[in-house]
């Protein structure tokens, strides 16, 4: 059954979670397949036999393509094939997430998606990947806006999240947006985030979620600030008796997490860029590659063998408190191969990688010997080699798709095609076919019939015994409220490695608001918890955040959450006390904005401004010259928010500054001296003349109007402080397919972190 859910039940999940019950999740027998973009071994290999030698595009072999295009990998799981795509130009752009018979490439169901409040380059959408569950057959799958979502193998939706306005995900113009992974009960997923409190600093963070519910069970940053987004995939394993994971990360680490606490372990730097290729796993080696520069050379691009130990571990700098970095001499082979995603394929004891320079690499993995090279393009930018049947399948940038024998000195090639567009994703393979994304096409080549040996995951090791609870884990463990609503909690005791011991009775444990020592601001959520163990939200109509701790049998787990007023409400900052002082400015004090607002912490900030308090965009680091920052819910609509807006500069450079309404930037922009309505530049960039000068209050007001049938208006009005409302709306831009919900929120751009955007009296009510 699917709807939104009340809100005793929404309040369970972050917020709008759809509902269905577990038993009705999916099948109780394990599927298999090719179930997540690495395959089975997770490192691009597959034990399937009976697989084409040649492929020859219209030819006999060559057994139909669907005119979608991606750039990320098909997963197959009983007969049917799941793919993240995209159709349409420009302005008619959906990305799409569908299911096909794998066999025929029948189109089965679909359900298209439009991004929003992105910077996504037209060409590069669909670079993720769904992940298919071994144990119910359910889909997941993350839209390149972040739109994260849990299907039935019928296309049946199970629950959704917009992690960029619950969480803060941000979004790049790479339009790297990855895919979740799935391990036992949890079903992950991995970006830079900006969110609340302490969890404010951007950063490349992983988050855990019920794959079943999709409450939250953890969130854990075990880097430091991000220099790139990374979309590579973990590569899960067991480490001393735990269920780790190793990864790249955005801030130029190797880490190693505890996959069912997300405890960080340990990290080892090694990029002054992101990390992108996945890493891969050869006996107690973790490979890892990037393509920036390196941090104890100027040397560009490296490929590493580290030896996954916990010795010799050493305390964290100050940028990741948390974890410990592992020492240098973990470090046991290095070489100078070069990648920006594309992920090495292991057999054996051999990787073959194709570095960024469009050569095909055979390495030894004991040693990071390059034992011979193979080109075959110019270049390659994210897709992955495929090995099977004793053959490499490897799609390159420019569209070409070779199918090669690696020997002991090189590679002999056995059959290439030109496709029509370009190829950045790995290839899959399923009963004798070969599955591979073009940015124009999904193509399928191979056998007519079966395969005489399909893949199999390799057999896990046995389970570890569970120890004696150490902890307890509060699931979910963040919650958005409305005023008055309620939420529910599951409580377990976790052992010392992270593994569940037994389901606690939550009416039994004691709830204290708890502030943790390293937090900025001390503040505490305005609710309570009753007998049943529910927490409750306090009826007024104001805005909160904080953590609560629980306690049961001696034990101790935490929980956070954020109370957001419902429409009408308004912030003029006057409340707010100015008594921290600024790091940067001598004798400047200030506020931190409200607790509960997504991506607000450390771009903005309340200060006094000729007598009075205002919302100021800080200056203090050019990443943060852009900022989008949410204070509402993402199933809003029908609203009208409004705000007073001023930009500093002079003649020749302003600041902008906009508001945010059901998913629409309406901008004020300084340099061009326009009213701009916008969502995605790329799909949607609609501008009139607007002649407004800097140090100068003006008014801005925006509303979105949506039909029945889906077609809307979006409409705003701008005109200077104190002046009378004007009748008629400064800009109204018509469109075929307007979005149905999004939270309210505004966006302040300071040019090279030069000039303030401000705001004041934010005022957000129905629309009449």
Not at 106 to 122: G, V
Request: net charge neutral; glycine share 10%; hydrophobic share 35%.
């Amino acid at each position: 059954m699917r709807g939104v859910l009340p809100a005793v039940a929404a309040a369970g999940l972050l917020l709008t979670g759809l509902g269905l019950s577990a038993s009705a999740a999916g099948s109780s027998k394990r599927v298999s397949g090719w179930l997540n973009w690495r395959g089975p071994a997770q490192n691009g290999t597959s034990t399937e036999t009976g697989l084409p030698d040649r492929w020859e595009p219209g030819g006999a072999n060559d057994l139909w393509h669907i005119d979608i295009g991606g750039g990320g990998t098909p997963v197959i799981a009983n007969g049917k094939l799941y793919a993240l795509g995209y159709t349409g130009e420009r302005d008619d752009l959906q990305e799409i997430v569908f299911c096909a018979d794998a066999t025929t490439g029948k189109l089965l169901w679909q359900h298209p998606f439009s991004d929003f409040l992105s910077d996504i380059a037209y060409n590069r959408y669909a670079i993720g990947s769904p992940e298919i569950d071994p144990e119910t057959g359910n889909v997941y799958v993350i839209t390149s806006p972040g739109i994260f979502l849990a299907y039935t193998p019928d296309g049946k939706e199970l629950w959704r999240h917009s992690l960029m306005e619950e969480l803060g995900r941000l979004t790049f113009t790479n339009g790297r947006s990855g895919g979740p992974f799935v391990d036992e009960d949890f079903v992950y997923a991995r970006y830079i985030t900006s969110n609340w409190g302490a969890e404010g600093p951007a950063s490349d963070r992983f988050y855990a979620f019920d794959k079943k519910t999709g409450e939250l069970v953890w969130s854990s940053t075990p880097g430091g600030p991000p220099k790139d987004p990374s979309f590579a995939r973990p590569y899960f394993s067991w480490r001393n008796g735990k269920r780790v994971f190793y990864s790249g990360t955005g801030d130029g680490n190797v880490v190693c997490v505890n996959a069912r606490t997300g405890e960080p372990i340990w990290r080892y730097p090694m990029s002054a860029g992101g990390v992108n290729a996945s890493v891969v796993l050869y006996k107690d080696i973790a490979v890892a590659m990037h393509a920036d520069e390196n941090l104890d050379s100027s040397e560009i691009g490296r490929m590493i063998g580290l030896r996954v130990t916990d010795e010799g571990t050493k305390p964290a700098d100050p940028a990741a408190p948390q974890t410990p970095v592992l020492p240098r001499s973990a470090e046991v082979w290095r070489n100078p191969i070069e990648s920006i995603s594309s992920s090495p394929a292991l057999v054996s004891d051999k990787l073959y990688e194709v570095a960024k320079t469009g050569s095909l690499n055979c390495i030894d993995a004991g040693t990071g010997k390059v034992l011979w090279k193979h080109k075959l393009g110019p270049d390659e930018l994210h897709a992955s080699p495929l090995y099977a049947d004793g053959k490499l399948y490897v799609p390159i940038q420019n569209g070409l798709f070779f199918i090669l024998k690696p020997g002991e000195s090189d590679a002999t090639e056995l059959s290439k095609a030109q496709l029509d567009g370009r190829c950045i994703g790995q290839p899959a393979v399923w009963n004798g076919k070969v599955y591979v994304f073009s940015t124009k096409k999904l193509y399928c080549f191979g056998k007519k019939g079966g395969s005489a040996a399909p893949a199999a995951a390799p057999a896990e090791p046995p389970h570890p015994p569970v120890g004696k609870p150490v902890a307890l884990q509060v699931i979910p463990a963040e919650v958005l409220l409305r005023p008055g609503q309620k939420a529910h909690f599951r409580i377990r005791g976790i052992d010392a490695s992270g593994f569940p011991t037994a389901d606690l009775d939550s009416t039994q444990a004691k709830w204290v608001k708890f502030i943790p020592p390293t937090a900025k601001v001390r503040a505490e959520m305005n609710g309570t918890f009753d007998a049943k163990g529910e927490l409750i939200a306090a009826p007024d109509n104001k805005p909160s955040a904080g953590a609560f701790e629980a306690t049961l049998n001696g034990l101790h787990g935490y929980i956070r959450g954020r109370i957001l007023p419902d429409i009408p409400f308004k912030e003029d900052f006057e409340e707010f006390s100015l008594d921290a002082p600024h790091a940067t400015e001598t004798g400047v004090k200030f506020s931190y904005p409200p607790l509960p607002w997504i991506g607000a912490r450390f771009k903005w900030e309340v200060r006094d401004l000729n007598g009075n308090k205002v919302l100021a965009k800080t200056l203090d680091n050019i990443f943060f010259q852009r900022a989008t920052t949410f204070f509402g819910f993402p199933d809003m609509k029908n609203y009208t928010v409004e705000a007073d807006v001023m930009s500093d500069g002079n003649r020749r450079t302003m600041s902008s500054v906009g508001l945010i309404n059901q998913r629409y930037y309406v901008n004020l922009l300084g340099n061009s001296q326009q009213l701009e309505v916008t969502s995605t530049p790329d799909r949607l960039d609609a501008t009139v003349p607007f002649k407004w000068a800097p140090k100068e209050w003006y008014h801005l007001k925006t509303r979105v109007d949506r039909s029945p049938d889906g077609s809307g208006v979006i409409r705003a009005k701008a005109w200077k402080k104190g002046e009378s409302e004007p009748d008629q709306w400064t800009i109204e831009v018509k469109r075929p397919t307007v979005h149905e919900h999004g939270s309210p929120g505004f966006f302040g751009f300071a040019p090279q972190s030069l000039f303030r955007s401000y705001i004041d009296n934010i005022v957000v009510t129905p629309n009449k």
